[in-house]
């Protein structure tokens, strides 16, 4: 497999990557099916402060680990692609490691806000 192959080969998994995350920001406003109860604002900080804690710490080792799978497949290449596998490796994996983690901080702000009894719907 020449270079010119394995650099658009990346390239193609980082855009497919990043196109397939499509998640709502933890910051976006919460969709709600009904009236706001009282203490809802307050609810929301707390939720908001509590889901910004998740998945800390996830995107460095998502990274690391396409990135040393990048290296492997770029050592089978050879040694100066070995390099460019685990650039490209770890860039690929920071990126879904960033998507996942913004996905289970969403999913976790709006399941603490339907405890608390909130008509949350996403």
């Known amino acids: ?7 658009g ?3 193609g998994f980082l855009v497919l990557a990043v196109s ?18 009282i203490g809802y ?9 509590e889901a910004r804690r998740v998945g800390q710490g996830h995107i460095g080792k998502t990274a690391a680990i396409v990135g040393t799978g990048g290296a492997l497949g ?4 050879g040694h100066d692609k070995a390099l460019a596998g685990a650039v490209v490796g770890a860039a690929v994996g ?3 490691g960033d ?19 909130h ?3 996403g």
């Open 41 to 49: 604002a307050n609810d929301e900080a707390q939720c908001r402060a």
């Open 119 to 121: 008509p949350v719907t």
């Open 9 to 11: 080969l990346c390239g």
């Open 1 to 7: 497999m020449n270079s010119r192959i394995l650099t």
């Open 99 to 117: 998507a996942e983690v913004k996905q289970a901080q969403r999913n976790y702000l709006v399941q603490c806000m339907q405890q608390r009894g």
């Open 20 to 37: 397939a995350c499509d998640t709502v920001p933890l910051e976006a406003p919460l969709q709600v099916s009904g009236a706001l109860p």
């Open 94 to 96: 920071a990126a879904i």
């Open 74 to 77: 770029g050592a089978l290449e």
